[in-house]
């Protein structure tokens, strides 16, 4: 069961974690921005914005090319939790 889920699809390695790519850094960089503007600073909110855009889009992009059942599961949690987030 292991195997399958962490088992990527195109190399046969087993992937738990990759480099980030352009959208998990753009959500990581707006996150660190945004911390250190603070949340009453003047770019506060476009810089949660960007790191919200950032991690839907990454997540996303997760869920449908994921390179394994594991990675694919992460993306649907994300998105899941941020629709749950901003519905309630």
Do not use: C, H
């Amino acid at each position: 069961m292991l195997e399958w889920l962490f088992r990527n699809r195109k190399t046969g390695q087993i992937t738990v974690g990759q480099f980030p790519n352009l959208a998990l850094g753009l959500f990581l960089a707006a996150t660190v921005a945004r911390w250190l503007v603070g949340s009453g600073g003047r770019f506060s909110g476009a810089l949660g914005a960007v790191a919200t855009g950032a991690l839907l889009w990454w997540a996303a992009d997760e869920l449908l090319r994921g390179v394994n059942p594991w990675r694919r599961l992460l993306g649907a949690a994300i998105l899941t939790a941020q629709t749950v987030k901003y519905l309630v």
